[in-house]
């Protein structure tokens, strides 16, 4: 791949999050004293159509997984109310297996999400805001909490918000531990006090969500960094990153390497520079690596010919058909088994599956069979097509992405390691001849 413009590099002034690592006080003498609440009364005066227009001139994408441009969705809400009160629902249930990064904003920069909260408030008009957590967050709950009670105690939000003349308010909500309620209706449902079960579409959150009123659902990260485009203007945000991928990005690096952690790196940084320059590179050295989950579980694996040159943003991933997701990068050197690695995610999907559709209530059980089967190689060659095309009967035959976050790293899988697989179960016809062997059929593109 060429680009015209190398990306990456982010300089200690163009970080948002700037006590990612506790370096300082995360409560509010500390968040006073990185620039938090910085004229956020000149903010929300300034209008729900400015606000608005300035999320959206600066191109940031939702960090919750779809990557949805965020100014237009908040752009979705009623701008006038027919008598229903509208809510902000914060998804801070980050239950997707690799990914770290919104636990890190609320234990050390809470203010960050509390400011954001009360800006976007406005510019939707909405009555309250909700921060539904992950109910293993207790931590990070106690964290908000006191947050939020310091912003209540200064008037920064509560009556007459930083002498706005508005209402803002916010609460928190613990979830109970269910990966589906990561999903915008399931998390409104589980809200209301009902099982986690995520609603038929339309009607849309905007015209019908918590309550029956018009709701936005949006994530954590997203919402913490807008405080910062506000004030910074969205020029500044749009300067990063490439066309339709800009800004500044939090990456959660797990796995093996010799650092892991968590990273604010501009977006469209190579996945190498990444790797090797905040993590300390591949446990073994870069030519250990095996593969790599760029957006975490729900997005395919990368082999490594793909990784040494691809970069980490919604468009480039897309084309080589994986996804920046929550931007949790699970890396896997040569010592992985990467058929029992997608098999342990496949049993994950299948437990959390919430048993509403059929096709991902059963094919999720059949794709943790199978894959199980063939972790050992006790299964047939012609197994493996079966496979790739249970998955496409669960991808896009579901209410919810849950069927499609558990299809496509099996399609990965297939996609670039059914050598292994095929040789896994060569091995274990040649140990168990008993079992009768078959034609081995290749379905790997010819290279000419």
Not at 93 to 106: H, L, Q, Y
Not at 131 to 138: C, H, L, N, S, V
Not at 271 to 287: A, Y
Request: with cysteine; glycine share 10%.
């Amino acid at each position: 791949m060429s680009f015209s413009r190398t990306y990456g590099n982010l300089q200690d002034q163009d970080r948002i999050f700037t006590n990612l690592y506790r370096d300082g006080d995360p409560f509010i003498d500390g968040a006073l004293k990185r620039g938090d609440w910085y004229k956020t009364k000149d903010i929300v005066l300034n209008g729900d159509d400015w606000i608005i227009d300035q999320i959206k001139a600066s191109g940031l994408r939702g960090r919750g997984g779809a990557g949805f441009p965020s100014g237009l969705k908040y752009s979705f809400m009623p701008k006038v109310s027919d008598g229903r009160p509208s809510y902000l629902v914060i998804n801070a249930d980050e239950s997707e297996p690799g990914t770290c990064k919104d636990r890190e904003i609320m234990r050390h920069d809470p203010h960050k999400l509390i400011e954001g909260d009360s800006e976007l408030e406005s510019s939707m008009r909405a009555k309250a805001a909700y921060i539904y957590i992950r109910g293993e967050f207790w931590y990070e709950y106690n964290c908000l909490e006191r947050a939020i009670s310091e912003a209540y105690e200064r008037g920064l939000i509560g009556k007459n918000a930083c002498g706005t003349g508005y209402d803002f308010d916010v609460h928190v909500v613990h979830g109970a531990g269910a990966y589906i309620c990561g999903e915008e209706t399931g998390l409104i449902e589980s809200l209301e006090g009902k099982q986690g079960k995520p609603r038929m579409k339309p009607p849309f959150p905007a015209n019908a969500g918590l309550y029956g009123c018009p709701t936005t659902v949006t994530n954590v990260e997203t919402v913490a960094v807008c405080p910062t485009i506000l004030r910074r203007t969205p020029e500044w945000f749009a300067s990063f990153g490439r066309k339709n991928n800009a800004g500044t990005k939090l990456f959660a690096v797990s796995g093996h390497v010799n650092n892991p952690g968590v990273f604010e790196e501009e977006m469209s940084i190579p996945l190498r520079e990444l790797i090797e320059k905040h993590c300390g590179g591949v446990t073994g050295g870069w030519d250990n690596l095996k593969a790599i989950i760029p957006g975490g579980s729900s997005v395919p694996l990368l082999p490594k010919r793909i990784c040494d040159d691809v970069l980490m943003d919604f468009d480039a991933l897309r084309d080589v058909r994986s996804g920046l997701g929550t931007a949790a990068v699970i890396v896997m050197d040569k010592s992985t088994d990467v058929i029992a690695a997608i098999h342990r995610l496949s049993k994950f999907y299948a437990h959390e599956s919430c048993g509403q559709c059929t096709p991902c209530r059963e094919g999720t059980s059949w794709m943790e069979d199978m894959l199980g089967r063939m972790r050992k190689g006790n299964a047939d060659f012609a197994e493996i097509d079966m496979l790739e095309e249970l998955s496409y009967q669960i991808e896009g035959h579901t209410i919810c992405a849950l069927g499609d976050a558990a299809a496509w790293p099996v399609q990965g899988l297939i996609r670039h390691f059914r050598h292994e697989m095929e040789d896994r179960i060569e091995d274990y016809k040649a140990e168990n001849p008993e079992r009768g062997q078959r034609a081995k059929v290749s379905h790997l593109p010819e290279h000419h």
